[in-house]
């Protein structure tokens, strides 16, 4: 069985200050994990994605994550928030094997940036 | 541009209605979702479709049909439906297997009256 868990449902933070967003996964398989982020009334816009190769990956906007298999996290930072980082993000894992996949989301961490 | 693009990006619809979701994908990809997002509620996965065979369906009800007439359209038929039923319709797409991510468009906001 696989299953995400987001730690926060909300975390606010000031305009400046780093972000860290938490995640833990439990897989029976090597998953990949994916960060994906929604402003209103958007779809989900992919963040960056770990497929078992480097565990400190990089993504777009300035967010990173660093997979720890020892403590089966996936957390997500950012060295200084931005208002425009202000929106929901969703921790995802997914594996495949013999010919079926199951991909699993978080609930979500809605992040409020203060100016 | 996301490379998936969804249709109409608003609906209303009364209960009495037939209206359908169109999701279009132009990105080789061999899979495609739908996923339902309520207020405050986890995201929903309903169906999934692998070479436009239906692959995974999450006990949805009838009043919602699926349609994949090829591996770049998706559509989801509606009618009959509830006010409970008012969500963001999120479609996606990826390669079946292996590990790439899932490709989203911007989503159809439903609203039913």
């Known amino acids: 069985a696989q299953s995400v868990t987001q730690l926060d449902s909300h975390v606010s933070v000031s305009e400046g200050t780093p972000v860290l967003l938490r995640c833990n996964y439990s897989s029976s398989y090597s998953p990949s994990l994916f960060w994906y982020v929604q402003h209103p009334n958007k779809g989900l816009q992919l963040l960056l994605k770990y497929t078992s190769a480097a565990t400190l990956v990089k993504g777009i906007n300035g967010f990173e994550a660093e997979f720890k298999k020892s403590e089966t996290s996936f957390h997500l930072t950012k060295p200084s928030a931005h208002m425009s980082d202000a929106a929901e993000y969703f921790c995802?894992?997914?594996?495949?094997?013999?010919?079926?996949?199951?991909?699993?989301f978080g609930t979500g961490t809605k992040l409020q940036v203060i100016p | 541009e996301t490379g998936v693009t969804q249709t109409p990006r608003h609906l209303v619809m009364g209960m009495t209605n037939k209206k359908s979701l169109k999701c279009e994908q132009h990105?080789?990809?061999?899979?495609m979702y739908w996923y339902k997002q309520s207020a405050k509620k986890p995201l929903e996965l309903m169906f999934v479709y692998s070479l436009e065979e239906r692959v995974e369906n999450n006990s949805v009800p009838s009043r919602f049909s699926p349609e994949c007439p090829n591996s770049s359209h998706l559509f989801l038929h509606l009618h009959t439906l509830q006010p409970e039923d008012s969500a963001l319709y999120l479609c996606a797409s990826s390669q079946y297997l292996g590990n790439s991510p899932l490709h989203f468009g911007n989503g159809t906001r439903l609203t039913v009256t």
């Open positions: 990105l080789g990809h061999n899979a």
């Open positions: 995802v894992v997914r594996w495949s094997s013999g010919g079926y996949q199951k991909v699993t």
